[in-house]
């Protein structure tokens, strides 16, 4: 207690004394001073607050996806770094990749899920398309990234997104909940394709990422298993059950995508 | 040894003229997303940020023989990413026109919970508005947890120049954040 009593607290002491910098001896003092002198405990709580505001607003950018030119092999360059026209170049080309074809395949059952009421079996006689799922993933792509509109009308209005795509699709559309993936609904919009309306919902998990349910109504009332399509990074899952066509996009693995899309799925039929 | 950024006070280094095991481009890749994460909020948006962390690669792989102490590494990688900042902002000086942080704050503050949105989006914006010296230190002090010794050795400053920085830097966001007087801390720092 009298180690402190000679020196004044001074400001660069209350400093290190919420950075942990503070020498053992002073902390009496410092404290003493905090409970004489409320305007500084409160300015010190103010700066404790912003340290982990800090923490919580960029905190997040550790966990995002490193582009190319960021991951190892980073190119040989020991001798002396050259400009980075180069790596603009490659960056275009990544560009192009997401571009690249389409690989589809079916699942296999991997789900457990099976087709309940499947007309006919013959692929050709399916109306869910390369299309339909190009269409899906070019959705995904154009919306997941938008900042201020990523959606027209958020969850806040769910009975209003509900009528108002109901009455646009034609069907009667619900908004099925991923919670239990860990994924809430944000909202949705309505886009249109070569066949007529969409729907688009849009969710998002804790750290942000996003996932995508395209909804198109499709003449054929006949159900089919859940297939997969990757394009680029993003995976795609689809199928279609009483008159519509779904499809559900994310840059997730294939197993986390079925257990959301067997949600969805149990949020429909239920 | 070289006339590479090196940290202040690297003394514990043994005074010998051999080179260090190399550094691998993994050991680098390593403390790339932090690097980022750095970089990001220091110049407030993911473009800049980008190449900074690029160039800061490039010169770390181009120099690795210079680090002796491996341990090291991270400090290094900031300190060069430092200096590599501080010469694109000369550069810059009379340009103007940066990138404005509102995307970078709207981005993040999707990325946080919805209950934390309006606030994390305040902040980065408010934060946007210090200056790249205050920005630093707040940064390395309080995101990075180094101590103020470690963020002295990145700023290649006196230890003393750190904690009036640090004292200011936060005086200024909080009147950013909360409004009202800024208070002259830095005459009571001593």
Not at chain 1, 39 to 47: P, T
Not at chain 1, 214 to 226: D, E, K, M, V
Not at chain 2, 85 to 103: Q, T
């Given at each position: 207690?009298?180690?402190?009593?000679?020196h004044p607290?001074?400001?660069?002491?209350?400093?290190?004394?919420?950075?942990g910098?503070l020498?053992?001896?002073?902390?009496?003092?410092v404290?003493?001073?905090?409970?004489d002198?409320?305007?500084d405990a409160q300015?010190?709580e103010r700066?404790r607050a912003?340290?982990?505001?800090?923490a919580?607003s960029?905190?997040?950018l550790?966990?995002q996806?490193?582009?190319?030119?960021?991951?190892?092999?980073f190119a040989a360059r020991d001798?002396v770094a050259?400009g980075?026209?180069?790596?603009a170049?490659?960056?275009?080309?990544w560009g192009l990749?997401?571009?690249a074809s389409l690989l589809l395949?079916v699942?296999g059952g991997?789900?457990?899920?099976?087709?309940r009421?499947r007309?006919?079996?013959?692929?050709?006689?399916d109306?869910?398309t390369?299309?339909?799922?190009?269409?899906?993933?070019?959705a995904h792509?154009?919306?997941t990234?938008e900042v201020?509109?990523?959606?027209e009308?958020g969850?806040d209005?769910?009975?209003?997104?509900v009528?108002?795509?109901?009455k646009r699709?034609g069907?009667?559309?619900?908004c099925?909940k991923?919670t239990?993936s860990?994924y809430?609904l944000?909202?949705g919009?309505l886009?249109a394709?070569?066949?007529?309306?969409v729907a688009?919902y849009m969710?998002?998990?804790?750290a942000?990422r996003?996932?995508?349910?395209?909804?198109?109504p499709t003449?054929s009332?006949?159900?089919?298993?859940?297939?997969?399509?990757?394009?680029?990074?993003?995976?795609?899952l689809?199928?279609?059950?009483n008159?519509?066509?779904l499809a559900?996009?994310?840059?997730l693995?294939?197993?986390?995508l079925s257990g959301?899309?067997e949600?969805?799925?149990?949020?429909l039929?239920? | 040894?070289t006339n590479?950024?090196?940290?202040a006070?690297?003394?514990?280094d043994?005074?010998s003229?051999?080179?260090?095991?190399a550094?691998a481009d993994h050991?680098?890749a390593a403390?790339?997303p932090?690097l980022r994460?750095?970089a990001?909020?220091?110049v407030?948006?993911?473009y800049?940020a980008d190449?900074l962390?690029q160039d800061?690669?490039?010169k770390?792989?181009?120099?690795?023989?210079?680090l002796r102490d491996?341990?090291r590494?991270?400090g290094?990688?900031?300190?060069i990413?430092?200096?590599?900042?501080?010469?694109v902002l000369?550069?810059r000086?009379?340009?103007?026109?940066?990138?404005p942080?509102?995307?970078?704050?709207?981005d993040?503050?999707?990325?946080?919970?919805?209950?934390?949105r309006a606030?994390?989006r305040?902040?980065?914006?408010a934060?946007g508005q210090?200056?790249?010296?205050?920005r630093?230190?707040?940064?390395?002090?309080?995101m990075?947890?180094?101590?103020y010794?470690?963020?002295?050795?990145v700023l290649e400053?006196?230890?003393?120049?750190v904690?009036s920085?640090?004292?200011?830097a936060?005086?200024?966001?909080r009147?950013?954040?909360d409004?009202?007087?800024?208070q002259?801390?830095v005459r009571?720092?001593?």
């Amino acid at each position: 207690m009298t180690t402190g009593e000679t020196h004044p607290v001074t400001e660069a002491d209350l400093h290190a004394w919420i950075d942990g910098e503070l020498p053992d001896e002073r902390r009496a003092a410092v404290e003493r001073h905090m409970a004489d002198h409320p305007d500084d405990a409160q300015r010190f709580e103010r700066y404790r607050a912003q340290r982990a505001l800090l923490a919580r607003s960029f905190g997040p950018l550790i966990d995002q996806p490193l582009p190319d030119r960021l991951t190892p092999p980073f190119a040989a360059r020991d001798a002396v770094a050259t400009g980075r026209a180069g790596w603009a170049g490659r960056a275009r080309v990544w560009g192009l990749a997401l571009a690249a074809s389409l690989l589809l395949f079916v699942a296999g059952g991997a789900t457990g899920w099976v087709a309940r009421d499947r007309a006919g079996g013959g692929r050709q006689a399916d109306p869910l398309t390369a299309a339909f799922i190009a269409d899906a993933v070019a959705a995904h792509r154009v919306f997941t990234v938008e900042v201020r509109h990523p959606i027209e009308v958020g969850v806040d209005q769910e009975a209003h997104l509900v009528s108002w795509l109901s009455k646009r699709i034609g069907r009667t559309m619900r908004c099925p909940k991923a919670t239990k993936s860990g994924y809430e609904l944000i909202g949705g919009r309505l886009l249109a394709d070569s066949d007529g309306p969409v729907a688009l919902y849009m969710y998002e998990d804790a750290a942000g990422r996003r996932i995508t349910l395209y909804i198109r109504p499709t003449p054929s009332p006949a159900g089919t298993a859940f297939r997969f399509a990757q394009d680029g990074g993003l995976q795609a899952l689809y199928w279609q059950d009483n008159g519509l066509a779904l499809a559900i996009t994310g840059d997730l693995d294939r197993a986390t995508l079925s257990g959301i899309a067997e949600e969805v799925y149990g949020a429909l039929n239920s | 040894m070289t006339n590479e950024p090196t940290p202040a006070g690297s003394a514990p280094d043994a005074p010998s003229m051999t080179p260090g095991p190399a550094i691998a481009d993994h050991d680098i890749a390593a403390h790339v997303p932090r690097l980022r994460r750095y970089a990001t909020a220091l110049v407030g948006n993911r473009y800049d940020a980008d190449d900074l962390v690029q160039d800061c690669v490039e010169k770390a792989l181009a120099n690795r023989h210079a680090l002796r102490d491996p341990s090291r590494l991270g400090g290094w990688l900031m300190s060069i990413l430092h200096n590599l900042h501080i010469s694109v902002l000369r550069g810059r000086r009379r340009r103007g026109a940066e990138v404005p942080v509102e995307e970078l704050a709207d981005d993040l503050a999707l990325s946080a919970p919805p209950t934390d949105r309006a606030e994390v989006r305040d902040f980065v914006r408010a934060f946007g508005q210090l200056t790249e010296e205050h920005r630093a230190v707040l940064l390395l002090t309080g995101m990075e947890g180094l101590s103020y010794r470690e963020a002295a050795e990145v700023l290649e400053l006196p230890i003393g120049t750190v904690m009036s920085r640090l004292a200011r830097a936060r005086e200024r966001l909080r009147v950013l954040l909360d409004g009202g007087a800024e208070q002259a801390v830095v005459r009571r720092i001593k």
